[in-house]
């Protein structure tokens, strides 16, 4: 008789525990309703991008910054799991020690995930986004 009380109690607990957990929000970004990827290509057939940083706003409201240094260099790469949205401005520095800066607006919204930026567009030396 114990054992079958216990074994009750035990399954009412996991199945509350399973009801609770199943109504938990869960805060994330969910695919162009509160921010946007970023793929970042070099705009010209020059030399390949050595290093990137990115700074504005994420998904949260939050400021930040990503940067990374490639070796070898790399002639794109796709910021993927960082959610950008507002004025963002990225620097980088191309394999032959070009550099370079630009800002542009990341709309919160959209039919996609992605925009793509073109960085050390000449002459000018700015990116082009899109």
Same mark, same amino acid.
Request: hydrophobic share 40%.
């Given at each position: 008789? @114990?054992? #079958?009380?216990?074994?009750?109690?035990?399954?009412? $607990?996991?199945? !509350?525990?399973?009801? #609770?957990?199943?109504? $938990?929000p $869960?805060?994330? *970004?969910?695919? *162009?309703?509160?921010?946007?990827?970023?793929?970042? &290509? =070099? &705009?010209?057939? /020059? %030399?390949?991008?050595? +290093?990137?940083? $990115? !700074? /504005?706003?994420?998904?949260?409201?939050?400021?930040?910054? +990503? !940067? =990374? %240094?490639?070796?070898?260099?790399? %002639?794109?790469? !796709?910021? *993927?799991?960082? +959610? +950008?949205?507002?004025?963002?401005? #990225?620097?980088? @520095?191309?394999?032959?020690?070009?550099?370079?800066?630009?800002?542009? &607006? #990341?709309?919160?919204?959209?039919?996609?995930n992605?925009?793509?930026? /073109?960085?050390?567009?000449?002459? /000018?030396?700015?990116?082009w986004?899109?």
């Amino acid at each position: 008789m @114990r054992k #079958v009380i216990l074994s009750r109690l035990i399954l009412a $607990v996991v199945i !509350s525990a399973l009801l #609770v957990i199943s109504f $938990v929000p $869960v805060d994330t *970004a969910s695919a *162009a309703s509160n921010g946007q990827q970023l793929i970042f &290509y =070099r &705009y010209s057939n /020059g %030399s390949y991008i050595s +290093w990137l940083q $990115v !700074s /504005g706003t994420n998904q949260y409201g939050s400021r930040v910054t +990503w !940067s =990374r %240094s490639f070796s070898p260099a790399v %002639s794109n790469h !796709s910021l *993927a799991n960082w +959610w +950008w949205k507002g004025y963002t401005t #990225v620097s980088w @520095r191309l394999a032959n020690g070009r550099t370079g800066s630009c800002s542009f &607006y #990341v709309p919160v919204s959209q039919p996609s995930n992605w925009n793509q930026v /073109g960085v050390d567009r000449q002459p /000018g030396n700015t990116c082009w986004f899109s």
